[in-house]
């Protein structure tokens, strides 16, 4: 067996070669499709916004964190919200944001750990998210609409913005102007050509959840047996069930969210969920991205990871109780290139 950080290394490749290959699909989808897409979301390895709506990996830009909870106070959500939107309208693109919960229709213990498994605690923070959204950028060319996302079929639940919810799996036979009438309906204020990209997105849902459904697939193991505190944004790549914990940089209290996820890993260690002696150990996964191969981004990128590994590191270092982490601790520290998605150690 690879170890930790070899097998991390190997999934890159494979996604980077992924990436890759799709390049002129993605280019036709975004020939036709303009808007630009974001999905704020929980970091749990089974929400992901690409497979789920049949879209060519990079279009849909993702931002992970507990729970997918945040807060667009938060200076740092804040700022790389700016920046994405900012990156829109000099495209003249309009925005459409998904900000999203998670749940399992057949089990309420494979949702969402975030949140301690309460779906009605989940939406409210959705909801709440997407007013400040509502509240910062409505008719400034920024759409926000409230998602859900049922694992066991991957299927979405849309919340209008009167607070009608959609059940997509009830709209399995519907055509697209039917479909089309429906989003008008829940999101009266939406902009033609919104619309028109979301309903792409919501017919890639119908589809990819009806081939699910008919797999009768078993249910994921969901029992957490995470390996790899991820600190950072770049993780495009490392969408795989019961890896990673990832700790998005925004949330102000950083080091509060670094010490929860490291404390969910040492109970996987402790309550023998993980072989780490399989493994070699635990990887801390430190990870900045960066666009572009002039100018200062890739450094800049390379001196953020840095700070995270080291800060992350203290964090660790200053809780008593992650004693017996550290010397289980690999470190694997990088950038992220976003035209390749290939990371490169620093
Ligand atoms: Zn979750």
């Not at 008008?184 to 990209?197: A, F």
């Not at 493994?279 to 995270?308: C, D, I, M, Q, W």
């Amino acid at each position: 067996m690879k170890n930790g950080i070899e097998y991390l290394l190997a999934l890159n490749k494979r996604h980077s070669a992924l990436f890759d290959a799709m390049h002129s699909e993605r280019a036709q989808y975004r020939a036709l499709h303009k808007t630009e897409i974001a999905f704020i979301k929980c970091m749990d390895g089974r929400v992901h916004g690409a497979v789920m709506t049949r879209t060519p990996l990079g279009i849909i830009q993702p931002w992970r964190n507990l729970g997918g909870m945040f807060d667009i106070g938060w200076f740092g959500f804040a700022q790389s919200i700016k920046e994405w939107f900012d990156y829109a309208v000099n495209q003249g693109h309009d925005c459409l944001v998904f900000a999203t919960y998670h749940f399992a229709k057949g089990d309420r213990e494979r949702g969402c750990r975030g949140f301690h498994y309460d779906i009605d605690v989940a939406r409210e923070s959705t909801k709440k998210l997407k007013d400040q959204f509502d509240r910062v950028f409505r008719r400034r060319g920024l759409y926000a609409i409230q998602c859900g996302i049922e694992t066991d079929e991957e299927s979405f639940v849309l919340h209008g913005d009167a607070g009608e919810t959609v059940y997509l799996s009830d709209h399995d036979r519907g055509t697209d102007s039917e479909l089309s009438m429906m989003l008008c309906r829940l999101y009266p204020n939406m902009p033609h050509g919104v619309v028109k990209d979301l309903l792409r997105l919501v017919r890639g849902n119908i589809e990819h959840s009806r081939v699910i459904r008919a797999m009768n697939r078993p249910v994921i193991d969901v029992e957490h047996r995470e390996w790899v505190l991820a600190v950072g944004r770049g993780f495009d790549w490392l969408h795989e069930v019961n890896t990673a914990l990832i700790v998005g940089p925004y949330d102000p209290n950083l080091d509060g969210a670094i010490r929860t996820a490291a404390t969910l890993i040492k109970g996987n260690i402790d309550e023998g969920r993980i072989d780490v002696s399989a493994r070699g150990g635990v990887v801390l996964l430190s990870s900045a991205p960066y666009r572009g191969l002039t100018g200062p981004a890739r450094f800049l990128a390379a001196e953020k990871a840095k700070f995270l590994n080291a800060f992350a590191l203290e964090v660790i270092r200053e809780a008593p109780e992650l004693h017996d982490l550290l010397p289980r601790l690999e470190e694997l520290t990088v950038t992220m290139d976003y035209n390749t998605r290939q990371i490169g150690r620093v």
